[in-house]
Structure formats: structure tokens, C-alpha cells
């Protein structure tokens, strides 16, 4: 059986994996005042970045149609979507639509969303699992059921340098004003069970900080012998790195995977940020 994965384009791929023929990226459009930016290929960061850090207000992200998901169902026998936390964007409910549609032109199609209750490189393990178990000529039914297991032991965490663009876009409407703009405090952020955005913990300066989303990692992760570490970074390599080998130090993953933000996790993220999921 012939199958495709489309993921929205706050999935966080390597130039690598993007060659691979079995993920379609479906591309979110960035707005930064009048100006628009399709995030597919043509993105480019370090132009992104300068444009929201020149812009006074507040940069915004906009969600594909359902016709850009529909565009590729017709294509392969298996459809495998993963979306953006549906507590996060509108992608997820497109998607759905998406499959509805088809499924009434098309009721024995085998058609399949997932909530990856995450973001950036949450999504690219999301999608790795599916084309590891679907490769192997799994079921559809058995993909699906062993790619929810995964979503539900998956880990996310993230250290920003900078919380405004969260703040502007009314993602931290459960975290105080106080400790957001409080000097070089940098709270270590997680994903709640649905996939919303919560404070776990705080700590003064960025080193310090990501030491101690590694000792959270080491707390929570599920099985890590068996798992990847994925790890995000806009415009940050070094400290992606550094970020790497804390956590290796504590939890011994399997196998480890680093890529730069793509255009929704650059936007959210901001310049210095830095992703993680397990």
C-alpha cells in the first residue's frame, strides 16, 4: 500500500528528510504586518527574523485550507496527517475538514489526523514514527494505533530567550506578566497532556535554564533507550548543542536529531529559542 504523510509546516524537518518522498510539507503563511510569507522551501530565517524584530506589533501565523490538504489525498492508498497542537492553531480542525471531505466523496478511503499536542520537532518524531511503522507494510489501523501511543508518551519542552512573540499572541495568558519580563529569568516551558502551553519551571539565565529542562527531561521521558531526542534551535546551533550534551548527561536517548526552526517555530521560538521533544 502506497502512503503519504503531510504535515503542516511548523514540523521542523532536516534539508535531509525533506527529500524524502513520503512527507508533503503543507505550508502555514506568516504575516508581519502587510507583509506575507509562505512558509514552504523559499523561507528564509535570518529575513524573517529582522522583519518581526523591525515590526512594532505583533507577527501572526495563519493556517492552511483544507484544499491544500486535499491536494494530496488523492495520491496514495494511506493518508497520514500531522498538524500543529490543536490547542495552538487552527491547522488541526483544516485537516479534519480535509478528511471529512474526502472521506464523503470517498468513504473507503483510508484517511487519518493527528493532534500531535506539540510543535516544531514534536511534529518531525510524530512523522518519523509514522514512516518507520507504515514503511514496515503495518496496517493503517495498527500505524494509527501505535503512533497515538507514541503522541501520548511524547515529552515537549522549550527554553525562548525572548517570550514576547508568545505573549503578543496570547499564548502565555496563564503565565504572570512578572515573570515573563523579568530580567534574564527564562522559564523552562512544557506541553500539557492536551497539547496547551504551561510554565514548569524558572531559572536565571539561559545556561542555567536549560540545565534545567535536562533534569525535567530526565525525570519524565518514557523509555528513552528506545527514542529519539529531537531538538529545535532558531539561529542557534551552539546552543543547540550545548542542549544536546546536558540532556545526554541525564537520559540516554537512542538516537539524536538537531535541525534549525523552519517559519512557525521561527515565529514563535524567536531568534535564540530552543525545542525539544522526546
Known amino acids: 500500500m502506497s502512503y503519504l504523510i503531510l504535515c503542516d509546516s511548523c514540523t521542523d524537518f532536516t534539508p535531509q528528510l ?8 503543507i505550508p502555514l503563511t506568516l504575516h508581519i504586518g502587510d507583509y506575507d510569507v509562505t512558509d514552504d522551501e523559499s523561507f528564509d530565517q535570518k529575513d524573517f527574523l529582522r522583519r518581526v524584530a523591525d515590526y512594532p506589533e505583533c507577527a501572526r501565523s495563519s493556517c492552511p485550507s483544507p484544499q491544500h490538504f486535499m491536494r494530496w489525498c488523492q495520491q496514495a492508498d ?18 479534519q475538514l480535509a478528511r471529512e471531505m474526502i472521506l464523503e466523496q470517498s468513504p473507503q478511503k483510508h484517511i487519518h489526523v493527528f493532534d500531535s499536542k506539540s510543535a516544531s520537532v514534536g511534529q518531525t518524531l510524530i512523522a518519523m514514527k509514522i514512516n518507520e511503522l507504515a514503511g514496515k507494510g503495518l496496517s493503517f489501523e495498527s500505524v494509527i494505533k501505535q503512533t497515538e501511543q507514541f503522541i501520548d508518551e511524547m515529552g515537549t519542552k522549550f527554553v525562548l530567550e525572548t517570550l514576547e512573540n508568545l505573549r503578543k499572541n496570547g499564548r502565555l495568558s496563564n503565565l504572570s506578566a512578572a515573570i515573563a519580563n523579568a530580567l534574564n529569568i527564562k522559564p523552562v516551558m512544557t506541553s500539557t497532556p492536551v497539547g496547551e502551553i504551561d510554565k514548569f519551571s524558572q531559572a536565571r539565565g539561559m545556561k542555567r535554564a536549560i540545565q534545567k529542562m535536562a533534569e525535567a ?8 533507550e528506545e527514542k529519539t531526542l529531537g531538538i529545535a534551535h532558531c539561529n542557534n546551533r551552539e546552543r543547540a548543542e550545548f542542549t544536546r550534551d546536558e540532556i545526554l548527561k541525564l537520559v ?9 526552526t523552519a517559519g512557525v517555530s521561527s515565529l514563535y521560538a524567536a531568534d535564540g529559542g530552543i525545542v525539544v521533544c522526546y
Not at 530526565?218 to 528513552?224: E, L, Q, S, Y
Not at 540516554?252 to 534549525?260: A, E, G, L, S, V
Open 217 to 224: 527531561i530526565a525525570g519524565d521521558a518514557v523509555h528513552p
Open 252 to 260: 540516554p536517548f537512542k538516537n539524536i536529531y538537531i535541525t534549525d
Open 18 to 25: 525533506r527529500q524524502d518522498s513520503h512527507y508533503k510539507i
Open 78 to 95: 494511506e493518508i497520514y496527517m500531522v498538524t500543529l497542537s490543536s490547542q495552538l492553531s487552527g491547522s488541526y480542525n483544516s485537516a
